[in-house]
C-alpha cells in the first residue's frame, strides 16, 4: 500500500529589502531604455529576509522590450568574486506593464528553484513606478 503525504513548504524568503538609492538606480536605468533591463541581487538573507546589498547589471545575450537574458559568464564570475557571507539572491527586472511574472519568468523561477539557486525575484515598472517581490515555494 502506498501512502502519499504533503506538508506545507514554507517559503525561504517572506520579504527583500532594498535600498532606496538602489532601487531609484534601477528605475532611472529601466526609463533610459524601452528593453527590457535586468540585475543580480546581490546580499544575504536572515530570518526569511532578503536583504539586497547591490544590484549588478546584465551582461545581456539576449535583449527586447519583453525578455532579457543574461549571459552566464558575469554571473559565474559574481558568484566567485563575492565576499564570504553574501550570494546572488534571485534577479531584478523590468517590465513594460505591470510587475506581475510573464510566463517566461515563471518558467525561469522555476528552473533557479530546481537548481536550489535564486531565491527572490523583483519585477518593477518605471512608469507607474511600482514593484514586486516573488519567490518559488513547494
Known amino acids: 500500500m502506498w501512502t502519499s503525504w504533503c506538508r506545507a513548504v514554507e517559503p525561504m524568503v517572506d520579504k527583500v529589502v532594498l ?15 524601452q528593453s527590457e533591463v ?3 541581487m546581490v546580499g544575504l538573507v536572515r530570518k526569511k529576509v532578503a ?4 544590484l549588478v547589471e546584465f551582461d545581456y545575450e539576449e535583449r527586447s522590450p519583453i525578455s532579457v537574458r543574461s549571459g552566464v559568464e558575469r554571473k559565474l564570475k559574481l ?9 546572488l539572491l534571485g534577479n531584478m527586472h523590468k517590465h513594460p506593464g505591470s510587475p506581475t511574472p510573464s510566463w517566461i ?3 525561469m523561477f522555476l528552473s533557479y528553484a530546481r ?5 527572490a525575484f523583483v519585477i518593477y515598472t ?9 519567490t518559488v515555494q513547494g
Open 105 to 107: 519568468d515563471r518558467e
Open 51 to 54: 536583504y539586497v546589498y547591490d
Open 126 to 134: 518605471v512608469d507607474p513606478v511600482e514593484a514586486r517581490a516573488y
Open 19 to 33: 535600498e532606496k538609492s538602489l532601487f531609484e538606480m534601477a528605475v532611472e536605468r529601466g526609463r533610459e531604455t
Open 38 to 40: 535586468a540585475f543580480f
Open 115 to 119: 537548481g536550489g539557486g535564486a531565491r
Open 79 to 87: 558568484a566567485g568574486i563575492l565576499p564570504l557571507g553574501l550570494e
